[in-house]
């Protein structure tokens, strides 16, 4: 399996205006798309950057809201009420062949891949499997230059 660049950092809050905010004041970040809802995946999600040096890519930060009471972030929050780094997100090529060859490693996928943010396909391992990170698997985005 061929595994990818970083995509993004997850970060979960319980407010997503708090967060941006910090993320824009503080740590100078851009925000890069601005909140928008993703109740297939029971998240409010904002995309913020850091920018890179000249031509290289900035870094990618994805703000994690939870959306109802049965998100899957809810727990987490109920763990770390002020939010945390939740996940790291990886590309790859090839999705179904990316799953396969978690399953043969004997890593828990957790569900079958679901529409990513960033209009891929994406599955999470978990992180009991992955020394303690929450891991996103998602295919890399058509046209993304590296
Ligand atoms: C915006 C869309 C998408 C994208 O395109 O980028 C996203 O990023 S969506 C992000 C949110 N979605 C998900 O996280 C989906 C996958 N997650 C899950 O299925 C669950 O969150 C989970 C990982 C199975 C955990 O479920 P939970 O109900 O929280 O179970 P537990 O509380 O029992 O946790 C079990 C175990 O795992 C530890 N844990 C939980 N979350 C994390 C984490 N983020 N990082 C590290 N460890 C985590 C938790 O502490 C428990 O540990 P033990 O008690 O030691 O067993
Ligand atoms: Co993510």
Redesign the pocket.
């Given at each position: 399996m061929k595994l990818g660049r970083l995509n993004?950092v997850?970060v979960?809050t319980p407010s997503l205006e708090r967060a941006i905010a910090f993320w824009r004041d503080i740590m100078g970040a851009q925000i890069i798309r601005e909140p928008f809802d993703?109740a297939g995946?029971?998240?409010r999600?904002c995309f913020v950057e850091t920018p890179g040096a000249d031509s290289t890519a900035g870094t990618q930060i994805?703000l994690?809201e939870p959306l109802g009471e049965t998100?899957?972030?809810?727990?987490?929050l109920a763990?770390n009420p002020q939010g945390g780094?939740?996940?790291l997100?990886f590309e790859v090529p090839d999705i179904a062949a990316a799953k396969d060859w978690f399953e043969r490693q004997g890593k828990r996928v957790?569900?079958e891949p679901r529409l990513?943010?960033?209009g891929t396909l994406?599955f999470?391992v978990?992180?009991?499997d992955m020394g303690?990170?929450?891991t996103?698997i998602?295919e890399t985005p058509k046209g993304a230059g590296h």
């Open positions: 993004h997850g979960a993703m995946q029971g998240v999600v994805e994690l998100s899957p972030i809810a727990a987490f763990k780094q939740h996940h997100a957790l569900g990513g943010a960033h994406v999470f978990h992180p009991r303690g990170v929450l996103e998602m």
